[in-house]
C-alpha cells in the first residue's frame, strides 16, 4: 500500500462553519505534512509533523489547526476561514522527517479542494 | 538562502518532440533535487531526484542530471506524448523542501 488517502475530495463551507480535512497513510511512515496550493502555483508548506510532534508551523493563522491523533493519521481543522483560505490542501508523507538523508521525498495525496464562502 | 527557478510557461509540443524544462538552483549547502509532476486534479508525484553531483535521475523516460558547476537539474525527455501533459515542478531539499514555481506542459496530437 503505497497510498496517501484524503477526505474529503471536495469541501464547501461558510466562514463560520467548523469543518476538518483528514488524511491517512499506511506506509510506515514518521513525518506528515499539510500544504495549501492555489491555482496555477506551487505548494506552500503549512505544518509538518515529525514522530507525532509538530516540528514546523510555518507562521500558518490559527483559523488552521493541525492535529496527529497517531503516526497514521493527520487532521487539519478549518473554523472561521475566509474566502482567501480557498484552494487544493494537500497531505503528504515521508519516511522520516525534516533534516533526515530522504527530506524532499514526499507521497501526497491527490488532494481535499477546499471553496470558502 | 535556498531557492530554485524554472522556466516559465506554458510549454506546447507536439507528439514525439523532444522536452527540455529548465531548472536551476541557489543553496548553501549540498541539497537533493528533484522534479516532481502534478496531472490535472490531483497531488504531486515524484518522478526523479539525485542526491549529489552528476547523478542522473530517470523515470518513465524522463532524465535530469545534477550539474553542480552550473547548479542545474534541467528535465529531458526524447520523445512526449499527450499523457505527459502536466505541471512539472523542480525542487530541492536541504532542511526542506522547496519547489519551483512549476512549468505546464501541454503536448498535443
Given at each position: 500500500?503505497?497510498?496517501?488517502?484524503?477526505t474529503?475530495?471536495?469541501?464547501?463551507?461558510g466562514?463560520?462553519?467548523?469543518?476538518?480535512?483528514k488524511?491517512?497513510?499506511?506506509m510506515?511512515h514518521?513525518a506528515?505534512?499539510w500544504?495549501?496550493?492555489?491555482?496555477?502555483?506551487?505548494p506552500e508548506l503549512?505544518?509538518?509533523?515529525s514522530y507525532?510532534k509538530?516540528s514546523?508551523?510555518?507562521?500558518?493563522?490559527?483559523?488552521?489547526?493541525?492535529?496527529?491523533?497517531?503516526s497514521?493519521?493527520?487532521?487539519?481543522?478549518?473554523?472561521?476561514?475566509?474566502?482567501?483560505?480557498s484552494?487544493l490542501?494537500?497531505?503528504?508523507?515521508?519516511?522520516?522527517g525534516?533534516n533526515s538523508?530522504n527530506?524532499?521525498?514526499?507521497?501526497f495525496g491527490e488532494g481535499?479542494?477546499?471553496t470558502?464562502l | 538562502?535556498?531557492s530554485v527557478?524554472q522556466?516559465?510557461g506554458?510549454?506546447?509540443l507536439?507528439e514525439?518532440a523532444?522536452l527540455?524544462i529548465?531548472?536551476?538552483?541557489t543553496?548553501?549547502?549540498?541539497?537533493?533535487?528533484?522534479?516532481?509532476?502534478?496531472?490535472p486534479?490531483e497531488g504531486?508525484q515524484?518522478?526523479?531526484k539525485?542526491?549529489?553531483?552528476?547523478?542522473k535521475g530517470?523515470?518513465?523516460g524522463f532524465?535530469?542530471?545534477?550539474?553542480?558547476e552550473?547548479t542545474?537539474f534541467?528535465?529531458?525527455?526524447?520523445?512526449?506524448?499527450?499523457?505527459d501533459?502536466?505541471?512539472y515542478?523542480?525542487?530541492?531539499?536541504d532542511?526542506?523542501i522547496?519547489f519551483?514555481?512549476?512549468?505546464?506542459l501541454?503536448?498535443?496530437?
Amino acid at each position: 500500500d503505497t497510498e496517501v488517502t484524503q477526505t474529503p475530495k471536495h469541501l464547501v463551507m461558510g466562514m463560520t462553519n467548523k469543518k476538518s480535512l483528514k488524511c491517512e497513510q499506511h506506509m510506515g511512515h514518521r513525518a506528515m505534512y499539510w500544504y495549501k496550493q492555489k491555482a496555477k502555483k506551487p505548494p506552500e508548506l503549512m505544518f509538518v509533523y515529525s514522530y507525532e510532534k509538530l516540528s514546523i508551523n510555518e507562521s500558518v493563522p490559527s483559523r488552521f489547526s493541525p492535529e496527529c491523533p497517531n503516526s497514521s493519521l493527520l487532521n487539519l481543522h478549518l473554523h472561521a476561514l475566509q474566502p482567501e483560505d480557498s484552494a487544493l490542501y494537500l497531505c503528504a508523507s515521508s519516511q522520516d522527517g525534516p533534516n533526515s538523508a530522504n527530506t524532499g521525498e514526499l507521497f501526497f495525496g491527490e488532494g481535499s479542494r477546499l471553496t470558502v464562502l | 538562502g535556498n531557492s530554485v527557478t524554472q522556466m516559465e510557461g506554458p510549454v506546447t509540443l507536439s507528439e514525439e518532440a523532444f522536452l527540455t524544462i529548465n531548472c536551476t538552483y541557489t543553496a548553501t549547502g549540498y541539497p537533493s533535487l528533484f522534479w516532481y509532476v502534478q496531472y490535472p486534479g490531483e497531488g504531486l508525484q515524484l518522478l526523479l531526484k539525485a542526491t549529489k553531483a552528476d547523478d542522473k535521475g530517470s523515470n518513465k523516460g524522463f532524465e535530469a542530471t545534477y550539474r553542480k558547476e552550473t547548479t542545474s537539474f534541467h528535465l529531458e525527455k526524447g520523445s512526449v506524448q499527450v499523457s505527459d501533459s502536466a505541471v512539472y515542478f523542480c525542487a530541492l531539499s536541504d532542511d526542506k523542501i522547496i519547489f519551483g514555481k512549476g512549468t505546464r506542459l501541454h503536448i498535443l496530437p
